[in-house]
């Protein structure tokens, strides 16, 4: 595909903050973005130049939407992979149907990364009772069960801390296809965004360490201060996942970092990622423009930071601080949410240091 020029338009689908973001990049390339989303009064939208708001099993929305727009790309990896392929046949998507039907499977993404070398904790799919019993006696307790399809920030799984919990979590979780994987004592979790463009060129942004509040993301620190041989695998890890599965665009990847300084795929989303906000401010060329860059045919920017950097998430009533954020070190993002639930993102503060400062991270009281 030729690079589109100026002035054409990019369909998003999904109308979260991470459309939103990317819709602010693209407007500064001076691309118009159309949203395709359930909801009215989206973050994306509210951003955007125009809006479908439409299911996405909605066939006449989706024909529609295929005819005004010169590409697309999405920022929610739960879009039926149908939709996706009902787009492709009239105008290109990135990234395709492909990714998106592993990412959305954790058995898949699970098995993908296994078949490709990568180390992933045990793990076995749960799709019955005998499954499980079968699943429990492999890779015993403690050990987590996840639901396969739509799980996020902790929901759809449970840790089984003895072999007698198995039954009653998998009732908790409704009986869904299911996997088992062995509880991992990691030191850190980190994660890479890859971004591939289309003619196969791979980069990679710094590893970030993530650290979680009650199962939501609430700091990531770029770059992760673990071990370079850490570092190495994931980065290569993440460039051979966004390969193998001919992404085109951004492919974040988790991992969680063993106490012999080696990691462990865990999952990943073919689009933006909470953990590359960073890249904002700390990047010449952010996460959300690359990916803009890739959907649109332009050439990759550079993936280097300039600062290091750490973000902070703003969840539920976090938000509600806007003006002394504001007047902080760090950088304020909203996302227009009008209401504030809790566990829901309503923000976050990026704060940047020196690229070359010695104590990393940082103290608590230096953190956004
Ligand atoms: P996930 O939705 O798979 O990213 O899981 C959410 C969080 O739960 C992870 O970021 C970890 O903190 C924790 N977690 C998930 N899987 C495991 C595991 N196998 N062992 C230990 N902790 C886990």
Same mark, same amino acid.
């Given at each position: 595909?030729?690079?589109?020029?100026?002035?054409?338009? $990019?369909?998003?689908?999904?109308?979260?903050?991470?459309?939103?973001?990317?819709?602010?990049?693209?407007?500064?390339?001076?691309?118009?973005?159309?949203?395709? +989303?359930?909801?009215?009064?989206?973050?994306?939208?509210?951003?955007?130049?125009?809006?479908?708001?439409?299911?996405?099993?909605?066939?006449?929305?989706?024909?529609?939407?295929?005819?005004?727009?010169?590409?697309? %790309?999405?920022?929610?990896?739960?879009?039926?992979?149908?939709?996706?392929?009902?787009?492709?046949?009239?105008?290109?998507?990135?990234?395709?149907?492909?990714?998106?039907?592993?990412?959305?499977?954790?058995?898949?993404?699970? %098995?993908?990364?296994?078949?490709?070398?990568?180390?992933?904790?045990?793990?076995?799919?749960?799709?019955?009772?005998?499954?499980?019993?079968?699943?429990?006696?492999? $890779?015993?307790?403690?050990?987590?069960?996840? %639901?396969?399809?739509?799980?996020?920030?902790?929901?759809?799984?449970?840790?089984?801390?003895?072999?007698?919990?198995?039954?009653?979590?998998?009732?908790?979780?409704?009986?869904?296809?299911?996997?088992?994987?062995?509880?991992?004592?990691?030191?850190?979790?980190?994660?890479?965004?890859?971004?591939?463009?289309?003619?196969?060129?791979?980069? %990679?942004?710094?590893?970030?360490?993530?650290?979680?509040?009650?199962?939501?993301?609430?700091?990531?620190?770029?770059?992760?201060?673990?071990?370079?041989?850490? $570092?190495?695998?994931?980065?290569?890890?993440?460039?051979?996942?966004?390969?193998?599965?001919?992404?085109?665009?951004?492919?974040?990847?988790?991992?969680?970092?063993?106490?012999?300084?080696?990691?462990?795929?865990?999952?990943?989303?073919?689009?933006?990622?909470?953990?590359?906000?960073?890249? $904002?401010?700390? +990047?010449?060329?952010?996460?959300?423009?690359?990916?803009?860059?890739?959907?649109?045919?332009?050439?990759?920017?550079?993936?280097?930071?300039?600062?290091?950097?750490?973000?902070?998430?703003?969840?539920?009533?976090?938000?509600?601080?806007?003006?002394?954020?504001?007047?902080?070190?760090?950088?304020?993002?909203?996302?227009?949410?009008?209401?504030?639930?809790?566990?829901?993102?309503?923000?976050?503060?990026?704060?940047?240091?020196?690229?070359?400062?010695?104590?990393?991270?940082?103290?608590?009281?230096?953190?956004?």
């Amino acid at each position: 595909m030729k690079a589109l020029p100026p002035g054409s338009t $990019i369909g998003v689908l999904g109308g979260g903050q991470l459309g939103r973001m990317m819709a602010l990049a693209a407007a500064r390339l001076g691309y118009r973005v159309h949203v395709f +989303c359930p909801d009215w009064d989206s973050p994306a939208e509210q951003v955007s130049a125009a809006a479908t708001v439409a299911a996405y099993d909605d066939a006449a929305a989706l024909d529609a939407f295929a005819a005004s727009v010169d590409a697309v %790309t999405l920022e929610f990896e739960n879009v039926p992979v149908a939709a996706v392929e009902r787009l492709a046949r009239t105008v290109p998507v990135r990234p395709g149907a492909r990714v998106l039907s592993v990412a959305q499977d954790r058995m898949a993404e699970k %098995t993908t990364a296994r078949d490709l070398g990568i180390p992933v904790a045990p793990f076995e799919a749960v799709t019955s009772d005998t499954d499980l019993a079968d699943a429990i006696a492999s $890779i015993g307790a403690p050990s987590v069960l996840k %639901t396969r399809r739509e799980g996020y920030d902790g929901k759809g799984q449970r840790i089984i801390r003895k072999a007698s919990d198995a039954d009653a979590a998998f009732a908790d979780l409704g009986r869904a296809p299911a996997i088992l994987e062995a509880f991992v004592e990691f030191t850190s979790e980190i994660s890479v965004i890859a971004a591939r463009g289309e003619d196969g060129e791979t980069r %990679t942004y710094a590893a970030v360490e993530n650290r979680h509040k009650d199962h939501i993301l609430d700091l990531t620190i770029a770059p992760a201060a673990v071990a370079s041989a850490a $570092i190495k695998q994931a980065e290569e890890a993440a460039r051979a996942l966004a390969d193998a599965l001919q992404v085109v665009g951004l492919l974040a990847v988790e991992f969680f970092v063993t106490p012999e300084d080696g990691v462990l795929f865990n999952e990943m989303a073919p689009r933006p990622h909470n953990s590359g906000h960073w890249t $904002i401010e700390a +990047c010449r060329v952010s996460q959300f423009e690359q990916q803009v860059r890739a959907t649109a045919g332009l050439p990759l920017g550079p993936t280097g930071y300039h600062h290091r950097a750490v973000m902070r998430n703003l969840i539920g009533t976090d938000a509600d601080r806007w003006a002394d954020l504001a007047d902080g070190d760090g950088t304020l993002h909203l996302y227009g949410k009008a209401e504030s639930r809790p566990g829901r993102k309503m923000g976050h503060v990026t704060r940047l240091y020196a690229p070359d400062r010695p104590n990393w991270p940082p103290k608590e009281a230096e953190l956004p």
